[in-house]
Protein backbone atom coordinates (compact mmCIF):
# COMPACT_ATOMS: atom_id res chain seq x y z
CA UNK A 1 0.00 0.00 0.00
CA UNK A 2 1.70 3.37 -0.53
CA UNK A 3 2.13 5.54 1.84
CA UNK A 4 3.98 9.08 2.24
CA UNK A 5 6.19 10.48 4.66
CA UNK A 6 6.94 14.13 6.05
CA UNK A 7 9.57 15.49 7.78
CA UNK A 8 10.67 18.89 8.38
CA UNK A 9 14.15 17.60 8.66
CA UNK A 10 16.67 15.26 8.32
CA UNK A 11 19.46 14.46 10.81
CA UNK A 12 23.01 12.26 8.96
CA UNK A 13 24.74 9.90 11.15
CA UNK A 14 27.58 12.40 11.92
CA UNK A 15 24.89 15.02 13.56
CA UNK A 16 24.51 17.58 10.86
CA UNK A 17 20.89 19.06 9.96
CA UNK A 18 19.26 19.71 6.97
CA UNK A 19 16.72 21.52 7.06
CA UNK A 20 13.69 21.48 4.79
CA UNK A 21 11.33 24.71 4.78
CA UNK A 22 8.38 24.94 2.52
CA UNK A 23 10.38 22.56 -0.12
CA UNK A 24 13.30 24.38 -0.08
CA UNK A 25 16.73 22.54 0.77
CA UNK A 26 19.23 24.38 3.79
CA UNK A 27 22.19 23.71 4.60
CA UNK A 28 22.98 21.65 1.96
CA UNK A 29 25.98 21.82 -0.41
CA UNK A 30 25.78 20.39 -4.45
CA UNK A 31 29.27 19.51 -6.02
CA UNK A 32 30.79 20.81 -8.90
CA UNK A 33 28.98 20.60 -12.43
CA UNK A 34 25.81 19.26 -10.83
CA UNK A 35 22.97 20.79 -12.44
CA UNK A 36 20.02 22.19 -10.23
CA UNK A 37 17.37 23.46 -12.43
CA UNK A 38 17.07 22.61 -16.14
CA UNK A 39 14.40 24.08 -18.20
CA UNK A 40 13.59 23.39 -22.27
CA UNK A 41 11.63 25.40 -24.10
CA UNK A 42 9.53 23.85 -27.29
CA UNK A 43 10.30 27.48 -29.51
CA UNK A 44 9.45 27.12 -33.24
CA UNK A 45 11.09 29.76 -34.36
CA UNK A 46 13.22 31.37 -37.53
CA UNK A 47 15.58 33.80 -37.50
CA UNK A 48 15.78 35.33 -40.70
CA UNK A 49 19.25 37.89 -40.62
CA UNK A 50 19.28 41.06 -41.85
CA UNK A 51 22.70 42.69 -43.21
CA UNK A 52 24.54 44.08 -40.33
CA UNK A 53 21.60 44.27 -38.02
CA UNK A 54 20.59 41.34 -35.52
CA UNK A 55 17.36 39.75 -35.94
CA UNK A 56 15.85 38.27 -32.75
CA UNK A 57 14.17 35.07 -32.22
CA UNK A 58 11.73 34.03 -29.85
CA UNK A 59 12.57 35.46 -25.71
CA UNK A 60 12.55 32.95 -22.93
CA UNK A 61 12.05 33.82 -19.38
CA UNK A 62 14.61 30.87 -16.80
CA UNK A 63 14.18 31.35 -12.82
CA UNK A 64 18.25 31.10 -11.64
CA UNK A 65 18.47 29.96 -7.80
CA UNK A 66 21.30 30.60 -6.84
CA UNK A 67 23.87 33.87 -7.23
CA UNK A 68 26.49 33.90 -9.46
CA UNK A 69 29.32 32.88 -6.82
CA UNK A 70 27.99 29.79 -6.52
CA UNK A 71 26.26 29.11 -10.29
CA UNK A 72 26.23 29.91 -13.61
CA UNK A 73 23.37 29.59 -16.65
CA UNK A 74 24.38 27.18 -19.53
CA UNK A 75 22.33 28.00 -22.78
CA UNK A 76 21.59 25.92 -25.60
CA UNK A 77 19.96 26.10 -28.82
CA UNK A 78 19.16 23.32 -30.52
CA UNK A 79 18.49 23.53 -34.23
CA UNK A 80 19.40 24.27 -38.04
CA UNK A 81 21.21 26.98 -39.98
CA UNK A 82 20.91 27.93 -43.55
CA UNK A 83 23.06 30.08 -45.31
CA UNK A 84 21.95 31.09 -49.06
CA UNK A 85 24.62 30.61 -51.40
CA UNK A 86 27.54 33.51 -51.82
CA UNK A 87 30.78 33.05 -51.52
CA UNK A 88 32.22 35.50 -49.29
CA UNK A 89 29.44 35.33 -46.32
CA UNK A 90 28.80 34.57 -42.90
CA UNK A 91 25.76 34.40 -40.25
CA UNK A 92 26.69 35.74 -36.96
CA UNK A 93 25.08 34.82 -34.11
CA UNK A 94 24.89 35.57 -30.21
CA UNK A 95 23.12 35.06 -27.27
CA UNK A 96 21.53 38.52 -24.88
CA UNK A 97 20.09 38.12 -22.26
CA UNK A 98 18.19 40.79 -19.79
CA UNK A 99 19.23 40.22 -15.67
CA UNK A 100 15.82 40.54 -13.57
CA UNK A 101 15.79 44.25 -12.86
CA UNK A 102 19.24 44.88 -15.25
CA UNK A 103 20.33 46.01 -18.33
CA UNK A 104 20.63 43.91 -21.47
CA UNK A 105 23.72 42.00 -22.21
CA UNK A 106 24.99 39.77 -25.09
CA UNK A 107 27.94 36.84 -25.69
CA UNK A 108 29.52 39.20 -28.02
CA UNK A 109 29.17 37.72 -32.11
CA UNK A 110 30.34 34.20 -33.14
CA UNK A 111 30.87 33.38 -36.91
CA UNK A 112 29.41 30.79 -38.79
CA UNK A 113 31.74 30.92 -41.94
CA UNK A 114 31.28 29.73 -45.58
CA UNK A 115 33.23 26.17 -45.25
CA UNK A 116 29.82 24.27 -45.38
CA UNK A 117 27.88 23.50 -48.55
CA UNK A 118 25.26 26.53 -49.25
CA UNK A 119 22.41 26.35 -49.61
CA UNK A 120 21.26 23.83 -47.50
CA UNK A 121 20.08 23.34 -43.61
CA UNK A 122 22.82 22.10 -41.27
CA UNK A 123 22.62 21.18 -37.68
CA UNK A 124 23.50 23.84 -35.54
CA UNK A 125 24.16 23.68 -31.54
CA UNK A 126 25.83 26.79 -30.21
CA UNK A 127 26.31 26.50 -26.49
CA UNK A 128 26.87 29.21 -24.33
CA UNK A 129 27.87 30.19 -20.23
CA UNK A 130 26.60 33.15 -18.59
CA UNK A 131 28.73 33.33 -15.19
CA UNK A 132 27.67 36.62 -13.93
CA UNK A 133 23.69 36.43 -13.31
CA UNK A 134 22.41 36.28 -9.72
CA UNK A 135 18.95 34.63 -8.30
CA UNK A 136 16.10 36.04 -10.22
CA UNK A 137 14.22 35.78 -13.93
CA UNK A 138 16.07 36.61 -16.56
CA UNK A 139 15.29 36.84 -19.95
CA UNK A 140 16.93 35.32 -22.65
CA UNK A 141 16.87 35.91 -27.18
CA UNK A 142 19.27 34.15 -30.15
CA UNK A 143 19.93 36.71 -32.36
CA UNK A 144 21.47 36.33 -35.88
CA UNK A 145 22.77 38.82 -38.70
CA UNK A 146 23.99 38.32 -42.17
CA UNK A 147 27.37 39.65 -43.22
CA UNK A 148 28.95 39.78 -46.71
CA UNK A 149 32.22 40.94 -47.97
CA UNK A 150 30.39 41.80 -51.35
CA UNK A 151 27.44 43.79 -48.84
CA UNK A 152 24.38 41.75 -49.92
CA UNK A 153 22.04 40.39 -47.57
CA UNK A 154 21.44 36.89 -48.83
CA UNK A 155 18.52 35.73 -46.24
CA UNK A 156 20.23 33.23 -44.11
CA UNK A 157 18.59 32.23 -41.29
CA UNK A 158 18.47 29.86 -38.12
CA UNK A 159 15.38 27.77 -37.41
CA UNK A 160 14.28 25.70 -34.82
CA UNK A 161 11.45 23.28 -35.67
CA UNK A 162 9.57 20.48 -33.05
CA UNK A 163 12.71 18.91 -32.50
CA UNK A 164 14.83 21.98 -32.36
CA UNK A 165 14.60 23.05 -28.00
CA UNK A 166 16.16 25.61 -25.87
CA UNK A 167 17.93 24.04 -23.30
CA UNK A 168 18.71 26.30 -19.88
CA UNK A 169 20.36 25.21 -17.29
CA UNK A 170 22.06 26.22 -13.90
CA UNK A 171 25.00 24.31 -12.36
CA UNK A 172 26.61 24.46 -9.57
CA UNK A 173 30.40 25.92 -9.78
Known amino acids: MPSS ?36 FDEV ?11 SGNTVSFTKLK ?7 VYNWNGYIYKFPNTGSWLEHRMTWTPSGGTADDTGYRNFGFTLADGDFWPFNPQYYINTLNAGTHTFTMQAKHNSSGGANNNSQLVTDTDGFIFIREVMI
Not at 45 to 55: M, Q
Open 45 to 55: ASIFANLSTPS
Open 5 to 40: LQVDQLKSANGVTTYLNSGTLSNVTFPSGMIIKEQA
Open 67 to 73: SSSVSYI
